[in-house]
């Protein structure tokens, strides 16, 4: 099959790691193209036989200018390399492309329908105006899927949850300035109002005597306490992940993150809002917990993981069980594939 998929950014977040890791894995047996805006480091991450097109007018904001160029843009890109099929992922190339390629070969993933549905209410007309205009419409999560179906979208929907490689655990790691505590708590996010990136912090000041690391921010960050270790984006930062004791996100909506799912393959112990779909993966007093936006229950449960070595081995090994059995890369391109032939 030659496959094209579209983006919108070309940073490093959930939907762009489903981008690479699909197009990573498949290129081997089928013709890949990624198409994407911006000049991010994405590009960088996807295999060097893969087709890469930039077009810098496809951006978030609404453009009139920008986006009827894009148009046009995506048009020609349709007409020179005539794809089998069209994956389109995130809201924005989700209209876009819905508008201009035809319907028939088009897969459309959400990556987290609550960015729609509660940060970017205004496309929700967009989205039931444009429902029917492609051949299916993929959600992360069970949680997802009723939600979309709640908001009258109730057709070609499928489920795919999102996969990982294996993690290939690296040696001669090292973060510096955790030399100094036995315990490491690990954040992998972008710093952005919907990950609770205050939160962290103030977790970290309830538990003086661990290490916490955040690893994704856009800038250096001073005044932190002496346990909080801010780091801007890394390439590969899950390897990282490996160094970690427990793995926490605070966060304000999600689908299922790729960050949790990357922890559970290093068989790491999950602490998380209770929000979006991590439920589905992070299983209360199986491998994790899922709680209220709340510090203080946050660090009661970090305590309670770490200070009780049953607990945490326990914990780690239904980690590794859950993405086993649910979270390989293998599973999701096998269930995407199904899609594409349908």
């Known amino acids: 099959m030659k496959i094209l998929h579209v983006i919108t950014r ?18 081997n047996d089928h013709e890949i193209i990624v198409a994407a805006g911006e000049n991010g480091p994405m590009w960088a991450e996807l295999d060097l036989k893969i087709k890469k097109v930039k077009i810098k007018e496809i951006v978030r904001p609404i453009s009139v200018l920008n986006d009827f160029i894009a148009l ?11 794809p089998d099929i069209i994956h389109l992922h995130s809201s924005k190339i989700g209209v876009l492309g819905r508008l201009v390629f035809p319907k028939k070969k088009i897969v459309y993933s959400v990556h987290g329908f609550d960015s729609i549905r509660l940060a970017y209410r205004k496309f929700l007309p967009l989205e039931r105006l444009l429902k029917n205009q492609c051949k299916a419409i993929v959600l992360a999560s069970n949680y997802d899927k009723q939600n979309i179906i709640n908001e009258r979208i109730k057709d070609n929907l499928f489920i795919v949850h999102n996969g990982v490689e294996t993690s290939k655990h690296e040696t001669d790691l090292f973060i510096e300035g955790t030399e100094k505590y036995n315990k490491i708590i ?15 912090i103030e977790i970290a000041k309830l538990l003086p005597q661990y290490a916490f690391v955040w690893i994704g921010a856009e800038k ?22 490996k160094l970690a004791d427990v793995f926490v996100l605070p966060t304000n909506y999600e689908g299922i993150p790729i960050t949790i799912i990357d922890a559970l393959s290093f068989g790491k112990p999950v602490i998380a809002s209770n929000v979006g779909g991590i439920s589905e993966i992070v299983i209360n007093n199986q491998n994790g917990y899922v709680v209220d936006n709340e510090e203080a229950v946050f660090a009661e449960k970090i305590k309670y993981i770490l ?20 979270l390989s890369i293998q599973k999701m391109v096998y269930k995407y594939t199904q899609i594409y032939q349908m």
């Open 10 to 27: 070309s940073d490093l977040g959930g939907a762009q790691s489903v981008v690479i890791n699909l197009s990573n894995y498949m290129c």
């Open 220 to 241: 250096k960050y001073t005044n932190l306490p002496e346990n909080v270790i801010c780091l801007e984006s890394l390439p590969n930062a899950k390897k990282y992940i």
């Open 72 to 82: 046009y843009k995506l048009r020609k890109l349709y007409n020179d390399i005539n």
């Open 307 to 326: 200070e009780n070595d049953n607990v945490l081995q326990k914990f780690s090994k239904k980690s590794l069980e859950i993405f086993n059995e649910n």
């Open 186 to 200: 690990l954040c992998i996010a972008r710093i952005s109002p919907q990950k609770r990136f205050k939160s962290y």
